[in-house]
């Protein structure tokens, strides 16, 4: 059974740099997508982005900038480093599986989050 | 950048009663594979969000069967045939095909 978990500091000061990072266990990092996603107060869900052992890398185009995905195999981790934060980055983090679906016909397939980190709540505030 | 929009943004539905969520998007979600790239998530209170459905209209493992997607172009809907209590949460739409996008999220309420 695939299990995530977030971790990172809960408060971050204004223009300092976010870093949370994605535990996994029961999966290999090197196997599948990994993404983050993030529910700001009294809002939607957000897209920041995906990474692939592969170095295939996809981030929100309004947070590219700013944002850093990167995997570490040695401790089956991923993580996410932000920086120049702001009040608006306030928000619970989602760490995410991708599952791989195949698309007959082709030799890519088709991801989709299926395995859910429970979240980790980041307030930036000085 | 591909814009998707949900409606209703909120929907009491009463206990057996069927639901429908609509999800537009700014251009085609229709791969040149031929493949929908849409999926819907659901948030229930208190929880992280869970895939619901794939590729347009694909359930995901352990889905019930009164969930189902449906649509194509741009645009698309997700149906529940009989709404259960356990179903409340926030529906969402994601666009896949170019970076990806949720749209605003429909609240699902009984009534």
């Known amino acids: 059974q695939v299990q995530l978990q977030e971790s990172g500091p809960g408060l971050v000061k204004p223009s300092e740099t976010l870093s949370l990072t994605c535990t996994v266990s029961?999966?290999?990092?090197?196997?599948?997508?990994w993404g983050w996603v993030r529910r700001p107060p009294g809002k939607g869900l957000e897209w920041i982005g995906y990474?692939?052992?592969?170095?295939?890398?996809n981030h929100n185009p309004s947070l590219t900038t700013r944002l850093t995905i990167s995997l570490d195999t040695s401790k089956n981790q991923f993580s996410l480093k932000l920086t120049s934060v702001t009040a608006a980055d306030t928000a619970i983090y989602y760490c995410?599986?991708?599952?791989?679906?195949?698309?007959?016909?082709?030799?890519?397939?088709?991801?989709?989050?299926?395995?859910w980190g429970q979240g980790t709540t980041v307030t930036v505030s000085s | 950048d591909i814009v998707v929009t949900q409606s209703p943004l909120s929907l009491p539905v009463s206990p057996g009663e069927p639901a429908s969520i609509s999800c537009r998007s700014s251009?085609?979600?229709?791969?040149?594979?031929?493949?929908?790239?849409l999926d819907w998530y659901l948030q229930k209170p208190g929880q992280s969000p869970q895939l619901l459905i794939y590729?347009?209209?694909n359930r995901a493992s352990g889905v019930p069967d009164r969930f189902s997607g449906s649509g194509s172009g741009t645009d698309f809907s997700l149906k529940i045939s009989r709404v259960e209590a356990e179903d409340v949460g926030v529906y969402y739409c994601?666009?896949?095909?170019?970076?990806?996008?949720f749209g605003q999220g429909t609240k699902v309420e009984i009534k």
């Open positions: 251009q085609s979600l229709i791969h040149r594979n031929g493949y929908t790239y």
């Open positions: 994601m666009q896949t095909l170019q970076t990806r996008t």
């Open positions: 995410a599986k991708f599952r791989a679906y195949s698309l007959p016909g082709y030799n890519y397939n088709y991801h989709s989050m299926d395995v």
């Open positions: 590729m347009g209209f």
């Open positions: 029961g999966a290999y990092i090197s196997e599948y997508y």
């Open positions: 990474i692939h052992y592969n170095g295939l890398i």
